[in-house]
């Protein structure tokens, strides 16, 4: 069972950035594809952003395309969300996710996901 714990949410001001971490507690977390969803109070989660095994292939929201970067260091068995230009709009629980079935980015719906973290807020003030 891999445990995955979120950080680095807040308050930021509209146009600025913050950088969420997902630290897993297993090495096993280098074999997997990892995601960040979100979900903004009372509409559904919603995929972000994916990063396969390596890092070599990331894939994102159209919502969050230019602004926000996934990155991993397997070493650190650790995902980031470094999220640049932030809206009102972006503001929401961001949730990293594990899809231990693949390495590769094979899928961006929240019910293939094997492991959650428990989200971390993020609020952007206009």
């Known amino acids: 069972q891999v445990q995955l714990v979120e950080s680095g949410g807040g308050l930021v001001q509209a146009g600025g950035s913050l950088r969420l971490s997902c630290a897993a507690s297993?090495?096993?977390?280098?074999?997997?594809?990892m995601d960040w969803f979100r979900q903004a109070p009372g509409k559904p989660r919603e995929f972000v952003a994916a990063i396969s095994w390596s890092g070599g292939s990331t894939h994102y929201a159209d919502s969050v395309e230019g602004r926000f970067f996934i990155t991993r260091d397997n070493a650190k068995n650790t995902v980031y969300l470094q999220m640049n230009s932030l809206k009102p709009e972006d503001t929401a629980v961001y949730y990293c996710?594990?899809?231990?079935?693949?390495?590769?980015?094979?899928?961006?719906?929240?019910?293939?996901?094997?492991?959650w973290g428990e989200g971390t807020l993020v609020t952007v003030s206009s």
């Open positions: 996710a594990a899809d231990a079935g693949s390495g590769t980015i094979s899928t961006t719906d929240d019910y293939d996901m094997d492991y």
């Open positions: 297993e090495p096993t977390f280098s074999n997997y594809a």
